[in-house]
């Protein structure tokens, strides 16, 4: 009787195992999206990343700027008596140095963010293709029972 029950009615885990597998890789998949169009838009423009530090440095006079405002006057403190020139070759390293930061960063997370959609898509096209051919293998051994 036992045997005549499990005919009749089929085994839905394996079912709803595969239906969580692609809904599941469809959510990872529009996750991945937004990682990816953050990644080309801090490419497109790696000075105006996130990453790096807070300092004006989309220009030197920004820079000097900025500068101005974070020392702040002590009298134990001597005065920075560098000059135009070195702090314009810090400013270019500061530059140069966020710019690098930004571009390396950008790329771990657009090969990351596409890495995780390839495998999305992967597993979404190889579980659907498998529950396809378990519901017609359910529709023909329903068939041949009837």
Excluded at 37 to 42: K, L, N, P, Q, S
Aim: net charge positive; charged share 25%.
């Amino acid at each position: 009787m036992n045997g005549d029950r499990s005919i009749d009615k089929p085994n839905r885990i394996p079912q709803i195992y595969g239906y969580t597998v692609c809904l599941i890789a469809v959510v990872a998949f529009l996750i991945s999206i937004n990682g990816i169009v953050d990644a080309t838009f801090t490419l497109a423009n790696p000075m105006h990343g996130p990453y790096g530090g807070h300092e004006g440095l989309t220009s030197f006079e920004s820079y000097e700027a900025s500068r101005v405002e974070r020392t702040v006057p002590d009298r134990n403190v001597p005065v920075d008596t560098t000059s135009v020139e070195t702090r314009r070759r810090r400013f270019e390293a500061l530059r140069a140095d966020r710019i690098g930061a930004n571009r390396l960063q950008a790329w771990r997370r657009l090969v990351g963010s596409g890495l995780t959609m390839f495998i999305a898509v992967a597993l979404f096209a190889w579980h659907w293709s498998w529950l396809r051919a378990r519901m017609a293998e359910e529709r023909a051994a329903a068939g041949r029972t009837a």
